[in-house]
């Protein structure tokens, strides 16, 4: 529940205004049907460059885009990946394929090794040797995915971040894009769901919602989720839903 109402909200507060332009140009422009580049290479935690169908390897996949480095929520968005990717009963390699890509062109595949093993520390599951792929690329190729899948970033050298949607997309064993699922908190249901869909080769309805990596904050001159407006929002709509709801008792009462 309060996974779903941090989406949920998140869907309906815009982050401050950045000094990079308006926060809507960074959401995911959603290309259900379109192909991914499997020819564009990136390389593996093991130091192997190699084409981007590889490691999809015939199998539908879940694609999370953002960068290790990432001081914000990327690590977050991992997290509640594979905490629902552990209790929906599904396995990898032969379910599905985790595909994490950096869209930061300077990182390294010793820092994709180390945010693969700290995840594998913390969620120990059979088949992620063969099924967690955590990749580096070039630009050109980390351009040519983003475009494909409808991924927007920009990077502020004053903050030294990448602003960047929250997000993963699911693609088929063909490498079309069938859906996504956006924001974080994510429900094992909703992703057991996409990955049905696109393990049927189906393409999925647009979501609405727009979660953004960041917020900028004057006192500390950087970009963190705005919590505080969430739960701010939270709390307003759970005074609307039970005033709406003791309203409507009275009524009936009244009749």
Known sequence: MAAAFLVLAA?????????????????FTQRQGASLPLDARFTDTAGRTLPLGAFLDGHPAILSMGYYNCPNLCALEREDLLHALGVSGLKPPGDYALIVVSIDPAETAALARQARQDDLARHATDGAEQGWHFLVGQAGSIRRLAEAVGFHARYDPALKQYLHPMGLVFATPAGMVSGYVLGVGYRPGDVRQALAQAALGRRAEASPVLLLCFHYDAATGRYTLATWKLLRLGAAMTVLALGTGLAMAHWRRGR
Not at 16 to 21: E, L, M, S, T, V
């Open 11 to 27: 869907a309906l507060v815009s982050p401050g205004p950045a000094r990079a332009g308006p926060m809507q140009d960074l959401a």
